[in-house]
């Protein structure tokens, strides 16, 4: 007797990837406790900076997998996720260098979790951001819910990514002041 | 079949685009006023000309093109190196291993994950590599990221930010914009010009720095490194 797979629950947004750049030099050159004071306050600022609706799916070792129901929410989010990390590391001296891909799909949930290709997307574009990047693919510029004119998009180009069928056209935010 | 090699008749603002799989990108920007195909695109729907661009699509395959001087330049591939040549535009090159070259350029924004990066001449430079090295002749202001891969800036003009983990950042500025350096284990040195009165900032945990300059406001120099040694050289 055959058993039907469980019914999948599509749901559509944001799938954003955060990478601490260096992790692992920091942690064998500072010990332990300073790795994972480092993470905590990665968390720290992240949740305190997330909107309605948007939340961390789970940590990823140095890095978080975050969804958010709205493209412009993910954007303005993650550009000024960037400017804390920066204010932290020049106030602390503390290398909070990290780098940040943000990808538009329909994942489908597991439990608490989303699986799918577009999570695949988003993970491989958190690879060719640099550290203090917001990169972005077409697909989540499509569906901005409104004009964001204080976000300048500076394409990237088609970049083809290892284990995608097809190149995935990125663009680096930045703020335009 | 027969590749595409007969020229295209371009927009009024060109960008070339040039997606490939697996293959080297060998493009030429030299005087002349359309693209030329001479290797690699076999279909001719492989190439596609729109009003804002050409894109040539490739699987397998070397692909080298002669473009104006000044076309702007958009380049994806996994494997094969890019390597531009003469003047270009605005190139931005991403790629998983390939190495990357270009002579001439307007700006630059390339980006690989273990290839190298070297770029002759250029206004504003960005460049992120994970293991790859990164060599730049002369350049306006600069921004590089690499977490293992040795950095190396012969002379900027303008402003200089450089990230590294691990590598080894060799800058040289002009002595009138901000320079920042910041490494977790890799050794900095600064080349300024003899005379340069530079604002410090230079924190290293394990070393002590070593500094010719007399302070002043000529530039600000901000470095800092967990283990690294910091130097500081009068050219």
Redesign the interface.
């Known amino acids: 007797m055959s058993v039907a797979p469980p019914a999948l629950e599509v749901v559509t947004g944001a799938v954003v990837f955060t990478d601490i750049?260096?992790f692992t030099?920091?942690n064998a050159?500072?010990g332990d406790a300073e790795a994972l004071e480092l993470l905590a306050t990665q968390e720290r600022i992240v949740t305190a900076a997330l909107p309605g609706g948007a939340r961390i799916v789970k940590e990823l070792g140095d890095g978080l997998l975050l969804w958010f129901p709205g493209a412009c929410d993910a954007l303005e989010t993650t550009l000024a996720l960037q400017e804390r990390f920066e204010a932290v590391s020049t106030d602390t001296?503390i290398?909070l260098?990290v780098r940040i891909g943000v990808h538009w799909g329909q994942p489908s949930r597991r439990r608490d979790d989303i699986v799918g290709h577009d999570v695949n997307v988003a993970s491989r574009i958190v690879?060719?951001?640099?550290?203090?990047?917001v990169i972005a693919s077409e697909s989540l510029l499509h569906a901005l819910e409104h004009p964001l004119p204080e976000i300048d998009f500076?394409?990237?180009?088609?970049?083809?990514?290892?284990g995608l069928p097809d190149?995935v056209r990125?663009y680096?935010a930045t703020r335009t002041w | 079949m027969h590749a595409v090699t007969q020229p295209l008749a371009l927009p009024a603002r060109p960008l070339l685009?040039?997606?490939?799989?697996a293959g080297d990108v060998i493009v030429r920007c030299e005087k002349r006023s359309d693209i030329l195909v001479e290797r690699g695109v076999h279909k001719t729907s492989d190439a596609a000309l729109t009003d804002q661009d050409v894109?040539l699509k490739v699987r397998a395959s070397t692909v080298e093109v002669r473009c104006p001087m000044g076309t702007n330049l958009?380049?994806?591939?996994?494997a094969g190196k890019v390597v531009v040549s003469g003047d270009a535009g605005d190139v931005?090159?991403?790629?998983?291993s390939g190495n990357i070259s270009v002579e001439r350029a307007k700006r630059v924004?390339l980006?690989s994950?273990s290839g190298r990066l070297e770029v002759g001449g250029c206004g504003d430079c960005?460049l992120?590599t994970k293991s790859g090295r990164v060599a730049i002749g002369s350049a306006r202001s600069v921004d590089v990221?690499t977490?293992s891969g040795r950095v190396a800036l012969r002379r900027a003009a303008g402003a200089v930010k450089v990230?590294s983990?691990?590598g080894v950042v060799e800058v040289g500025g002009a002595g009138a914009e901000d320079i920042q350096v910041?490494t977790?284990?890799g050794s900095v040195t600064v080349r300024l010009p003899a005379g340069t009165r530079p604002e410090l900032r230079l924190?290293s945990l394990t070393s002590r720095a070593t500094n010719p300059f007399t302070a002043g406001e000529d530039c600000s120099v901000a470095v800092?490194t967990?283990?690294g040694k910091v130097e500081l050289v009068a050219d």
């Open positions: 750049v260096g030099e920091y050159l500072c001296g290398p260098w690879h060719i951001a640099g550290p203090g990047e500076s394409e990237l180009g088609p970049v083809v990514m290892k190149a990125l680096r | 685009r040039i997606n490939v799989k894109t958009n380049i994806g591939s996994i931005r090159v991403a790629t998983a924004d980006r994950i960005r992120a990221a977490v990230k983990v691990s910041h977790l284990s924190r800092s967990l283990s």
